[in-house]
């Protein structure tokens, strides 16, 4: 029985959207890893307690993660506990436009993210692709495709129910069997 699943991919692949819809329809639990780790002003919570927030919700007997967080160790914290890791591995050119469309409709409606942040205009025209949504895509988007491919190929990973999905009618039809399933 599916009950503890990671969701993953590129930025604008999804990862929260799956991931929500899943924890509904199974009626367990959902972290997203973002709301945690990005503090009011868009500090970052420390890695130690950041770590800590993770452990304890994937302590639970049921959940649903999403995120990726490599480099804070996230992901060796979540896949061994999972029974499911779910990777959206949709086309550069649809997470870039999803990216796009979403930062664009945030910045003009206001909308407020993880802990009352905002994205804002300059950010858009900010070379550095830590502090620009657009440019962080782009970079990363190889990055996570290399990295996601290797660990669904690791026999590390053989005994986790490894679904790859690489499109968005792949994530409907997905979504439809968990909304099915008992």
């Given at each position: 029985m599916?009950?503890?699943?990671?969701?993953?991919?590129?930025p604008g692949s999804g990862k929260s959207t799956v991931a929500s819809a899943v924890s509904v329809a199974l009626g367990i639990p959902h972290l997203e890893?973002?709301?945690?780790?990005?503090l009011p002003g868009w500090a970052e919570l420390p890695a130690g307690e950041f770590r800590d927030v993770v452990r304890a919700f994937t302590d639970r007997d049921a959940w649903v993660v999403d995120g990726n967080y490599t480099r804070q160790g996230i992901t060796d914290l979540v896949w061994p506990?999972?029974?499911t890791v779910v990777w959206l591995d949709l086309p550069r050119s649809?997470?870039?436009r999803r990216v796009g469309a979403r930062t664009i409709r945030?910045?003009?409606r206001g909308e407020k993210l993880w802990n009352g942040n905002q994205e804002r205009w300059r950010n858009l025209f900010d070379p550095r692709p830590e502090e620009n949504i657009l440019l962080w895509t782009w970079a990363r988007y190889d990055k996570v495709k290399q990295q996601y491919a290797q660990r669904f190929d690791d026999p590390q990973w053989s005994d986790l129910n490894r679904v790859r999905l690489r499109s968005q009618e792949?994530?409907?039809?997905f979504l439809g069997s968990v909304v099915?399933?008992?």
């Open positions: 599916v009950e503890r699943i990671a969701v993953v991919g590129s890893l973002d709301a945690v780790f990005h506990q999972a029974d649809q997470t870039m945030r910045i003009f792949e994530a409907d039809a099915r399933s008992p």
